[in-house]
């Protein structure tokens, strides 16, 4: 099975054999040779192929990459913890930061300040 994205509708992903809106994803999480998608609706998909082979089309869509395990959907931040390293998504899902990207994360985070007030 390949994933793709959808011909018809760019704004979509196709993960196995269902079409899913890329909005509609919460987060991507890496697990050796697999990527776990978790959606809004608390569904988890899990599919064979790497994070990293899925990483510049949600990086297009607005996702942040935090972690070389987690690929991010901002709109579903519920908390930033800057001093524990780790923000809190919707469905209580947890994604680490790593100290390299921490620094993007926070510039990221307060140039676009007032997208994200609960954050703060």
Do not use: C, W
């Not at 040779?33 to 990086?59: D, P, R, V």
């Not at 510039?107 to 609960?118: A, C, G, N, R």
């Amino acid at each position: 099975m390949k994933t793709h994205k959808n011909k018809t509708q760019s704004n979509d992903i196709r993960i196995g054999a269902e079409i899913y809106p890329i909005s509609d994803i919460v987060m991507l999480e890496a697990s050796i040779n697999y990527t776990f998608f978790y959606l809004n609706n608390g569904k988890k998909i899990m599919y064979a192929k790497t994070i990293k082979s899925f990483e510049e089309q949600f990086i297009s869509h607005g996702f942040l990459r935090v972690h070389r395990a987690y690929i991010i959907n901002s709109a579903y931040m519920e908390r930033y913890s800057r001093h524990k390293n780790y923000i809190l998504m919707q469905n209580n899902l947890r994604a680490s930061i790593s100290r390299r990207r921490k620094e993007f994360l926070d510039y990221y985070l307060f140039d676009q300040k007032s997208s994200f007030p609960h954050i703060f």
